[in-house]
Every structure is written in C-alpha cells, then in structure tokens.
C-alpha cells in the first residue's frame, strides 16, 4: 500500500511564503515522477508543478519565478517553496505521484492540504 501525506498548508498573508512537503510511504519500488496540483473552490484541478526522475521540473506559468519544486530521493520526499503568495493561490493542494511497486506503475494522491493567502 502506497501513501503520499502532505504537511505544511496553513494561512499566509500576501507577499508571504510557505512551504509544502509531501512524503510518499509503502511500497515504493521507485519513483517516476512526483507533482503538485491545486484546487480553488469552483474549479478544476490544475497542475502547479512536477518533477521526473530526471529531475527536470515542469512549472504552470501563473508559478514560474515564485514556486520551486525539488525532491528528496532518499527520502521519497517533494517540497513545494512556494514564494510572493497571491491571494488567487489560495486552494487545496495536493500531492500526486507516479510510483512503481515493483510489478507495476500506479498513480497516487495526498488528501490534500489547505493554503489560504490573505490578509
């Protein structure tokens, strides 16, 4: 059984920063790539950042330049340094991994946690 858990959510004033971390946990054989997606109420889920094995990050652009996505391997673990907060950052964030078990590749996700950027 595979889990990803998120910590590092809370309230933020604008300008501020935060950062998230995710630690995946299980039976991880390896990890093909890990990323944060994020969810305002009424909306869709979208990515914000992702990174690959190759570690070659990938960024949405409403992030590039205040948002940094880096990975610890040997602690199958993925921070989100996340810079200049806005108030339109506000959402649930969520981790997302690709990780193989050994036998095959799955997709997992954290239960999410809250940013609230205000003041």
């Known amino acids: 059984q595979v889990q990803l858990v998120e910590s590092g959510g809370g309230l933020v004033q604008p300008g501020g920063s935060l950062r998230l971390s995710c630690a995946a946990s299980?039976?991880?054989?390896?990890?093909?790539?890990m990323g944060w997606y994020r969810q305002a109420p009424g909306t869709q889920r979208e990515l914000v950042a992702r990174i690959s094995s190759g570690d070659s990050p990938n960024d949405a652009d409403s992030v590039k330049g205040r948002f940094t996505i880096s990975r610890d391997n040997a602690r199958n673990t993925v921070y989100l340094q996340m810079s200049s907060l806005k108030p339109e950052d506000t959402a649930v964030y969520y981790c997302h991994g690709a990780l193989n078990n050994g036998s095959s590749t799955g997709r997992y996700w954290g239960p999410g946690t809250q940013v609230t950027v205000s003041s």
């Open positions: 299980g039976s991880i054989f390896s990890i093909n790539a």
